[in-house]
């Protein structure tokens, strides 16, 4: 019966008098471990759900029915447990009661767990402990931890899925240094998660993209630049003196003396100190893959006047070695005739050397912008799926021995679509005398003539309407040269499938991964037909070799015996030589079997 347990209020039942029967949802085995856990530190919280018992299962000697608490009382039973808390409903309100505990047992949202965490924390559980209690690894309890340094707002889109769990230290990133910074990243994201997807999910691989896009397209008075290179647009935004204007204004000035095909002002950059400056300063968002971002005006304000001055002081110092070596192309004019062809060479030689400093800093201009801007691509463009596509097949086959052109697509087309496709095939099966049929015989074309199986690929590939079909597409084809059976050709043409070489193999891994789950079942058959044909063959060829050297050391046992044993022996090792070229011939014939495959 059940008992009155006064240290909880509640009832403790022994588990022999409750009737488990079946459920809809099987147990899951990972969940009752993690529950026993749980129950072996902190004790069964949740009491299971009971009703009274039917008369058929009374007279077997049960009391009471489980509602809900499978998993729970499943887990008693794993630590040996006699009897559990439980809570009795009325059999009417069976149904209702199951149906409620399959609801609670939907998996929570990542914030929702976040909050769970906190509560165990709250409690004076560690990290180590939440994670035992919940039987869960401490890595997932120290992410919710982390999820719980974002404003509410932020937790909710991770929550709901709108912003991905890998983008949580990006976001601790930023609001670390400017939690104002964050809240508008995050209204930004939240305001355009129906018509802008890309915002959420580009906050991994390139958020401070994400985070321009943000301050540009928002009333937003929060300040943040970028601590690479001043805008000149931004000198008058930051009211940065008339004495920096007028120091602009010198640097243009210099920059047009230094070079003569110069427009506008020169590229204003900020150094590493700068940087350094501003990162020990507490006002530095540094992010992967992105540009540093200073999140203090005023700060900002002084380094981009040092930015300036030291702009002048560079350019100046440029001006005046252009200066002396203009000089010094004089006094050698003056001592030698002139000679224009010399002067114009001399004049180019300094211009490029004047641009080779220049092409430092675009150098790096290139490398800052494409990171910001390109690392991260739309799967779905269908520009990006020509590039790698049609770069991967490379160029239009020319049938020239010399050039090599096209040579990729032509084996592509030769050694796979020629042989796959149903329209470069004929059959050439003669009629006997008898009328019937004779012996299957498929005619694939001469593979030396190869534009008609090319123009077909091309035309497949051509046709391709989005990047997914055009990634299908140019696996169909090469998969196909992977796959293709040589046994249909004479072995003249039965060449090996092509490799695709990689970083640590990962093209032929992952080409095997795409394409293994769509061969067909025959192929897959013929194959381990053709495996075990040459099997037989190689047992056959030994034993048959065995059987000849067996002869061959009987035949000398018995020639030391006769006085023809010279003769003998020497029968004997020809029969055995002869049985060694056969075996010889039959293993290349049979390598080159095994090659087609």
Same mark, same amino acid.
């Given at each position: 019966?059940?008992?009155?347990?006064?240290?909880?209020?509640?009832?403790?039942?022994p588990l022999e008098r409750i009737h488990v029967p079946e459920n809809v949802r099987a147990?899951?085995?990972?969940?009752?471990?993690?529950?026993?856990?749980?129950?072996?530190?902190?004790?069964?919280?949740?009491?299971?759900?009971?009703?009274?018992?039917?008369?058929?299962?009374?007279?077997?000697?049960?009391?009471?029915?489980?509602?809900?608490?499978?998993?729970?009382?499943?887990?008693?039973?794993?630590?040996?447990?006699?009897?559990?808390?439980?809570?009795?409903?009325?059999?009417?309100?069976?149904?209702?009661?199951?149906?409620?505990?399959?609801?609670?047992?939907?998996?929570?949202?990542?914030?929702?767990?976040?909050?769970?965490?906190?509560?165990?924390?709250?409690?004076?559980?560690?990290?180590?402990?939440?994670?035992?209690?919940?039987?869960?690894?401490?890595?997932?309890?120290?992410?919710?931890?982390?999820?719980?340094?974002?404003?509410?707002?932020?937790?909710?889109?991770?929550?709901?899925?709108?912003?991905?769990?890998?983008?949580?230290?990006?976001?601790?990133?930023?609001?670390?240094?400017?939690?104002?910074?964050?809240?508008?990243?995050?209204?930004?994201?939240?305001?355009?998660?129906?018509?802008?997807?890309?915002?959420?999910?580009?906050?991994?691989?390139?958020?401070?993209?994400?985070?321009?896009?943000?301050?540009?397209?928002?009333?937003?008075?929060?300040?943040?630049?970028?601590?690479?290179?001043? #805008?000149?647009?931004?000198?008058?935004?930051?009211?940065?003196?008339?004495?920096?204007?007028?120091?602009?204004?010198?640097a243009e000035k210099l920059h047009r003396q230094v070079n003569q095909y110069a427009y506008?002002?020169?590229?204003?950059?900020?150094?590493?100190?700068?940087? #350094?400056?501003?990162?020990?300063?507490?006002?530095?968002?540094?992010?992967?893959?992105?540009?540093?971002?200073?999140?203090?005006?005023?700060?900002?304000?002084?380094?981009?006047?040092?930015?300036?001055?030291?702009?002048?002081?560079?350019?100046?110092?440029?001006?005046?070695?252009?200066?002396?070596?203009?000089?010094?192309?004089?006094?050698?004019?003056? =001592?030698?005739?002139?000679?224009?062809?010399?002067?114009?060479?001399?004049?180019?030689?300094?211009?490029?050397?004047?641009?080779?400093?220049?092409?430092?800093?675009?150098?790096?201009?290139?490398?800052?912008?494409?990171?910001?801007?390109?690392?991260?691509?739309?799967?779905?463009?269908?520009?990006?799926?020509?590039?790698?596509?049609?770069?991967?097949?490379?160029?239009?086959?020319?049938?020239?021995?010399?050039?090599?052109?096209?040579?990729?697509?032509?084996?592509?087309?030769?050694?796979?679509?020629?042989?796959?496709?149903?329209?470069?095939?004929?059959?050439?099966?003669?009629?006997?005398?008898?009328?019937?049929?004779?012996?299957?015989?498929?005619?694939?074309?001469?593979?030396?003539?190869?534009?008609?199986?090319?123009?077909?690929?091309?035309?497949?590939?051509?046709?391709?309407?989005?990047?997914?079909?055009?990634?299908?597409?140019?696996?169909?084809?090469?998969?196909?040269?992977?796959?293709?059976?040589?046994?249909?050709?004479?072995?003249?043409?039965?060449?090996? =499938?092509?490799?695709?070489?990689?970083?640590?193999?990962?093209?032929?891994?992952?080409?095997?991964?795409?394409?293994?789950?769509?061969?067909?079942?025959?192929?897959?058959?013929?194959?381990?037909?053709?495996?075990?044909?040459?099997?037989?063959?190689?047992?056959?060829?030994?034993?048959?070799?065995?059987?000849?050297?067996?002869?061959?050391?009987?035949?000398?046992?018995?020639?030391?015996?006769?006085?023809?044993?010279?003769?003998?022996?020497?029968?004997?090792?020809?029969?055995?030589?002869?049985?060694?070229?056969?075996?010889?011939?039959?293993?290349?014939?049979?390598?080159?079997?095994?090659?087609?495959?």
């Amino acid at each position: 019966m059940a008992t009155t347990t006064p240290a909880t209020g509640g009832l403790t039942m022994p588990l022999e008098r409750i009737h488990v029967p079946e459920n809809v949802r099987a147990l899951n085995t990972e969940h009752v471990s993690a529950l026993a856990a749980s129950i072996a530190l902190q004790g069964m919280l949740v009491p299971i759900v009971v009703c009274p018992a039917q008369r058929e299962l009374v007279a077997t000697g049960f009391e009471y029915e489980l509602v809900a608490g499978f998993h729970r009382i499943a887990a008693a039973g794993k630590l040996g447990l006699a009897e559990v808390p439980a809570v009795i409903r009325d059999s009417a309100g069976e149904q209702a009661d199951r149906a409620v505990e399959n609801i609670t047992r939907l998996a929570l949202r990542a914030d929702e767990e976040a909050a769970a965490v906190h509560a165990m924390l709250d409690k004076g559980l560690t990290e180590d402990g939440a994670a035992q209690a919940l039987g869960w690894p401490k890595a997932r309890v120290t992410a919710r931890v982390k999820l719980l340094e974002l404003p509410e707002r932020a937790r909710e889109l991770v929550g709901a899925g709108v912003v991905p769990l890998s983008a949580v230290d990006q976001l601790r990133a930023i609001g670390k240094v400017s939690a104002q910074l964050l809240e508008v990243l995050v209204d930004y994201v939240a305001d355009h998660q129906d018509g802008a997807t890309w915002a959420a999910s580009q906050l991994v691989s390139d958020p401070g993209y994400v985070l321009g896009n943000a301050l540009r397209e928002t009333d937003s008075k929060v300040f943040a630049a970028y601590l690479h290179q001043l #805008d000149p647009r931004e000198v008058e935004e930051l009211r940065l003196g008339k004495k920096a204007a007028e120091q602009l204004a010198e640097a243009e000035k210099l920059h047009r003396q230094v070079n003569q095909y110069a427009y506008g002002p020169p590229t204003i950059r900020f150094s590493e100190q700068d940087v #350094d400056e501003a990162r020990g300063g507490g006002v530095l968002i540094e992010l992967d893959r992105c540009t540093p971002i200073i999140v203090d005006r005023p700060l900002y304000r002084e380094l981009a006047k040092r930015a300036i001055k030291r702009a002048v002081e560079e350019l100046q110092e440029r001006a005046e070695r252009a200066k002396t070596e203009r000089n010094q192309t004089s006094k050698e004019r003056g =001592a030698h005739p002139a000679d224009p062809v010399d002067d114009a060479r001399r004049e180019h030689g300094r211009r490029v050397r004047e641009l080779a400093e220049q092409a430092h800093g675009a150098n790096l201009d290139v490398g800052r912008s494409l990171m910001n801007n390109l690392a991260t691509v739309d799967p779905g463009d269908i520009t990006v799926a020509r590039f790698f596509v049609y770069g991967l097949l490379g160029s239009d086959y020319d049938g020239s021995p010399h050039t090599q052109s096209g040579d990729l697509v032509a084996e592509l087309a030769v050694r796979g679509i020629r042989l796959v496709i149903e329209e470069f095939r004929a059959d050439v099966t003669k009629t006997l005398k008898n009328g019937s049929r004779g012996k299957l015989r498929i005619d694939y074309g001469d593979p030396k003539q190869p534009d008609k199986p090319i123009a077909w690929l091309w035309k497949f590939i051509d046709g391709a309407k989005t990047a997914g079909e055009m990634y299908g597409r140019a696996l169909v084809v090469i998969a196909a040269e992977q796959h293709a059976c040589r046994l249909v050709v004479p072995s003249s043409q039965q060449f090996a =499938a092509k490799r695709w070489p990689s970083h640590k193999d990962h093209a032929a891994k992952a080409l095997a991964k795409l394409a293994g789950p769509h061969l067909p079942a025959t192929l897959k058959q013929l194959e381990k037909a053709i495996a075990k044909a040459g099997t037989e063959l190689h047992e056959a060829q030994e034993r048959a070799y065995a059987q000849s050297r067996e002869r061959t050391v009987a035949a000398q046992k018995s020639s030391a015996l006769g006085a023809d044993g010279d003769t003998s022996t020497s029968a004997e090792r020809g029969e055995l030589d002869a049985a060694k070229e056969a075996y010889e011939i039959d293993d290349s014939v049979d390598s080159d079997a095994d090659a087609s495959l």
